[in-house]
């Protein structure tokens, strides 16, 4: 009896082995291809072009361990130029070069199967990971034609191809039509550690529906679910950062962009910088094991580091100041000119990096929302922050006479977690991509926010926001008629986590001198 019991818990093992295998035997496009819809084609070229303003060689990053053993595959393998590039945290380089069997996936079910020694699988290119390799690896998938533009006239198209059909990797072109990048700890691989930073995509067609599923980790540790959910562009860019689109400040504009040419982004292909973060595009939720999955930071290529698993702190704002411009505390002087209104500093502090969002009730009456009411907004780094206001009103006019403002009449809030999507010429979205926070306070939350109203009939979600599961941010149709919505345009969906509003507990005076001008009687002057 026991015996028996013995080969029912190694047959249930091994059907779940065999039921989850899929989360483990790959990462790379057989994700990418996992629901449905139609294959996007990695675009692997240094051409730029209107669908693709930050081109890439195919490129895929990597945490690995020392000890571990990478295992890499491309369909355009020994095809022309086709090959895998590699480069090590420690400086070292490699390259699977012109062999034809070597790291080549043939067709659909190796790329299912992964890499041997998964039954079925590709023959790999193998490197094993050193004593001092621990760290963040770039892999470069090259296409056989990887210095020229895959719409050029003349390309070997591979046409429109559903996501589970068989597939073929023509040469002359500059895509891939399939790439995986496992890592393999002891006998086991383990799925969570490769990401993009960008993903520029290639799918023949302007009314292909696209399905992936990607996982999205922000700097500050929150995990997002991105359901593209049927977007359709017959070439395009996905990347994720904390602004989207920036004005000449630098600071989010909070509105979709009028032109693919040249979008004022943080280039995702740069280390961040400052404020500037360009978040994080797993194939799989990222390998959170506490001891072997993913540190917070690591090494990389070229002797820099970068970010990688953080935990989510809830957004906190304390410590309210106000300073008039003077450097006279709760008190601001104006003027009768709005040219020349003063106005004063706003300080509080912040646990954490984001964007703040400063209210003004200037009319007094309890509410924020009013036309005449101010609200700011910019980025916050984390500590203390001091916000310029200029005296003026929110439509504009400067704050006439001597006004206090009252305890409670400023709020302050932090929002964290700030994640932008830009989709670059993604010419019809008809569903709508579902969002999904799936970590920090209240997750699940699938409330996204998007302003498009610059861009003709463009669309705005509510005020406080929308479910993308239900009313997300969509545009076009299923059906290319020849122009679309998103045709050579960048469109921002966002979201993000807010803190508990902070009222400020002072009296702030706004006090305007009144200064009379008083003419001199010549003959009761002392000359």
Known sequence: ?????????????????????????????????????????????????????????????????????????????????????????????????????????????????????????????????????????????????????????????????????????????????????????????????????????????????????????????????????????????????NKGFRNAAGNATYQSFNSSTNPPVQDPRIPDSGTDITHKIFFNNPDNNPITGLPTTANTPGGGTTWLLNTPQSPTVSTFTFTGKEGTPNIAGTSNSVASAMGGFIGFTTNQIGSYIINLDINQNGSFTDPIDRTLIGSATSGANNVYWDGLDGQGNKVTGTVTFGAGSMQVMLRAGEVHFPFIDVENNPNGMIITRTNGVAAPNDIVYWDDTNIGSGTKSPANGSSSATTGHSWGSNTYSGTAFGNNRGLDTWAYVISNPVLSALTVAMKEADLQVVSVNRSNANL
């Open 1 to 241: 009896m026991s015996s028996l019991r013995g080969i029912l818990v190694l047959l249930i093992t091994s059907l779940l082995l065999l039921t989850n295998s899929k989360f483990v035997f790959a990462e790379g496009s057989k994700e990418l291809n996992a629901n449905g819809g139609y294959r996007a084609f990695l675009t692997s070229t240094l051409t730029t072009s209107q669908s693709n303003p930050f081109p890439t060689l195919g490129t895929v990053k990597v945490f690995v361990r020392p000890g571990e053993v990478l295992y890499l595959g491309s369909s355009a393998q020994g095809i022309d130029n086709g090959t895998i590039n590699v480069r090590a945290p420690d400086g070292s380089t490699y390259t699977s070069g012109a062999n034809p069997t070597i790291g080549l996936i043939a067709n659909r079910a190796q790329e299912v199967a992964g890499p041997l020694p998964n039954a079925g699988g590709y023959n790999p290119y193998i490197i094993p990971v050193g004593a001092t390799q621990g760290g963040v690896w770039e892999i470069d998938f090259l296409s056989p034609d990887w210095w020229n533009d895959p719409l050029l006239p003349g390309t070997n198209d591979p046409g429109q191809i559903l996501a589970a059909n068989n597939w073929a990797q023509n040469d002359n072109t500059a895509y891939i039509s399939a790439f995986d990048v496992s890592v393999r700890s002891g006998a086991a691989f383990v799925p969570g550690r490769a990401y993009m930073n960008i993903f520029n995509g290639y799918l023949t067609d302007f009314d292909a529906p696209f399905n992936p599923i990607f996982k999205v980790v922000t700097k500050d540790g929150y995990t997002y679910d991105v359901n593209n959910n049927g977007q359709a562009g017959n070439a395009f860019a996905f990347f994720v950062n």
